[in-house]
């Protein structure tokens, strides 16, 4: 799976787009998050234990910090060339692009992001 899929399935919950009909659940909450097509993602991120201690509205390496994603360059890297950006150097700037390139596509996938997250 890619970085970028793996950092949406986070987000959003799993693989699964629709669940087939079950037996209605009974009181028990589950352990991992609902899969949903249209997520509030600051929500959604705020609510993942740790979130408090990052800056993942700005930072790409917090934010796969959060979703417990190796953040290493290589990672980040790889990252970028999914988004398409080629000359991906790991300098600030990049980061700070890269953070805005996964926030619009995670709103184009059907996330609810705030705008200052995105451009």
């Known amino acids: 799976m890619s970085i ?20 209605a659940p009974v009181a028990a909450a589950p352990a991992e998050r609902a899969a949903i097509s ?17 800056n993942w509205r700005n930072s790409i390496v917090d934010l796969m910090k959060l979703v417990q994603i190796d953040a290493s360059y290589g990672n980040r890297k790889e990252l970028a060339q999914e988004l398409g950006n080629a000359d991906y150097s790991g300098s600030a ?24 997250l995105k451009d």
């Not at 970028?4 to 037996?23: D, R």
């Not at 997520?39 to 990052?54: C, M, Q, T, Y």
């Not at 990049?94 to 609810?112: C, F, R, T």
């Open 4 to 23: 970028f899929g793996k950092i949406k399935n986070a987000i959003f919950g799993g693989e699964a787009k629709a669940a087939e009909p079950e037996a």
């Open 38 to 54: 249209e997520v509030d993602v600051e929500a959604r991120l705020d609510s993942i234990p740790g979130s408090d201690k990052l």
């Open 93 to 116: 700037e990049d980061n700070i692009l890269l953070h805005k390139q996964v926030m619009n596509k995670i709103a184009a996938a059907g996330g609810i992001v705030p705008a200052d």
